[in-house]
């Protein structure tokens, strides 16, 4: 069974510092995903990564894919209040095409 | 371009009633999917079609859920009847395959259902 851990699950952080956020997958996969949730409202997309090495940057958040150790992360460059939200990541079984989402990483960025 | 849309937005039910979610994705995606989604939780998914197809309905529980996808456009998912475990949020995400396999999922606002 296709299994997807993040950690942390929580993330309190203080404005202008750096942090990394962690989603390992236990089975082969062809892509990889990160989703924003803010309080409320739906899932939007992020990023897809889709081959070993792959890295995307967008604004202050950067995400990157080992397929070899099935680990992506998400790092957050100096970290502002409008970042606060909860990310998934998910990830596509290439043998079944079944998305499996993460349980999440709620950050909340402190001014 | 328009976004996947969904209704209701929010149902309140007594147990063992009768709901349903109606979803339309985005113009000519070809793929959808029907997703819950419980507090402080990730999406599971329920349901995927490719056009009117269901390809994947193994996390349905089908004693009480159901679905269909007539035309291969919008699409409804059922409970009935509901129980007090299935109140949650159902998301409706669509998708259609894009060179290089940067296929993504565009999510609706989902309907919050809550059973009581």
């Known amino acids: 069974e296709l299994k997807v851990e993040q950690n942390p699950l929580f993330l309190s952080m203080q404005e202008g510092k750096n942090y990394t956020i962690y989603c390992n997958y236990s089975t082969t996969s062809d892509r990889l995903y990160w989703y924003r949730q803010d309080p409320g409202k739906s899932l939007e997309s992020l990023f897809v990564l889709l081959s070993n090495g792959a890295v995307k940057q967008e604004g202050r958040l950067m995400a990157s894919l080992d397929t070899k150790a099935r680990l992506s992360t998400l790092h957050i460059t100096a970290a502002v209040h409008d970042l606060s939200a909860t990310y998934f990541c998910?990830?596509?079984?290439?043998?079944?095409?079944?998305?499996?989402f993460g349980t999440g990483t709620r950050l909340k960025v402190l001014a | 371009e328009a976004g996947v849309v969904q209704s209701p937005r929010y149902k309140i039910i007594e147990k063992k009633q009768p709901v349903a979610f109606w979803c339309n994705p985005i113009?000519?995606?070809?793929?959808l999917y029907w997703y819950r989604q419980n507090l402080g939780q990730g999406p599971e998914l329920l349901i995927r079609y490719e056009n009117e197809e269901a390809v994947d309905d193994s996390q349905l529980p089908k004693d009480r859920f159901s679905a269909e996808r007539l035309k291969g456009v919008d699409s409804t998912l059922k409970i009935q009847p509901a129980e007090l475990g299935d109140s949650a949020v159902y998301l409706c995400?669509?998708?259609?395959?894009?060179?290089?396999?940067?296929?993504?999922?565009?999510f609706g606002p989902g309907t919050r259902l809550l059973v009581l």
């Open positions: 113009s000519g995606h070809n793929t």
């Open positions: 998910a990830v596509r079984d290439s043998g079944t095409y079944k998305y499996i």
């Open positions: 995400a669509s998708s259609y395959p894009l060179r290089g396999s940067q296929e993504t999922q565009y």
